[in-house]
């Protein structure tokens, strides 16, 4: 039972540094290459505003999920090496592939907003960075859990 605990913690913290760290590219992305203006309200510039204050909650976010992050990561990657009956635990194989699926709809929801965004005439420099700052992330990770289903899949065929 240990495990599955240790196994949804590694997960929760996945999640909060790759979202947080996506989102501090962003925001870098929108400092350093600054949006089109379009004449009205833009979130970016409103964002912008508040742009060290949401730089320090990114900050914040990430100095605390990415050590528990990788404690839990290395923690778990040990004692699997060690008991290979640990790649069977349940919560582990949902885990993987709810992050599997998360990611994959996150890259799919990127490339309609980029070919839309094309087809309208409105791709941007920034709005490419922004694309593939996103899809940069989640295709690493999407990448790494898709080889551990095919190294489980190696081991227990």
């Given at each position: 039972m240990?495990?599955?605990?240790?196994?949804i913690l590694l997960?929760?913290?996945?999640y909060?540094f790759?979202?947080?760290?996506?989102l501090?590219?962003h925001?870098f992305?929108n400092?350093?290459v600054p949006?089109?203006?379009t004449?009205?309200?833009?979130?970016?510039s409103?964002?912008?505003t508040?742009?060290?204050?949401?730089i320090?909650g990114?900050?914040?976010a990430?100095?605390?999920s990415?050590?528990?992050?990788?404690f839990?990561?290395l923690?778990?990657?040990k004692?699997?090496?060690?008991?290979h009956?640990?790649?069977?635990?349940?919560a582990r194989?949902?885990?993987?592939?709810?992050t599997l699926?998360i990611?994959?709809?996150?890259?799919?929801?990127?490339f309609?907003?980029?070919?839309?965004n094309?087809l309208?005439g409105?791709?941007?420099?920034?709005?490419?960075l922004?694309?593939?700052t996103?899809?940069g992330?989640?295709?690493l990770?999407?990448?790494y859990?898709?080889?551990?289903v095919k190294?489980d899949?190696?081991i227990?065929a």
């Open positions: 240990w495990d599955v605990f240790e196994h997960f929760i913290s996945l909060v790759a979202t947080t760290f996506t501090l590219l925001t992305v400092k350093w949006p089109v203006s004449g009205y309200t833009n979130l970016y409103i964002a912008n508040y742009s060290s204050t949401i320090r990114y900050l914040s990430i100095i605390v990415y050590p528990l992050f990788l839990l990561f923690r778990i990657t004692n699997t090496l060690a008991n009956d640990l790649r069977k635990i349940r194989k949902i885990m993987i592939y709810l699926v990611t994959f709809i996150i890259s799919l929801i990127n309609i907003s980029i070919v839309y094309f309208s409105n791709v941007s420099f920034n709005f490419l922004h694309f593939f996103t899809f992330v989640s295709s990770i999407f990448l859990y898709l080889n551990q190294e899949r190696q227990y």
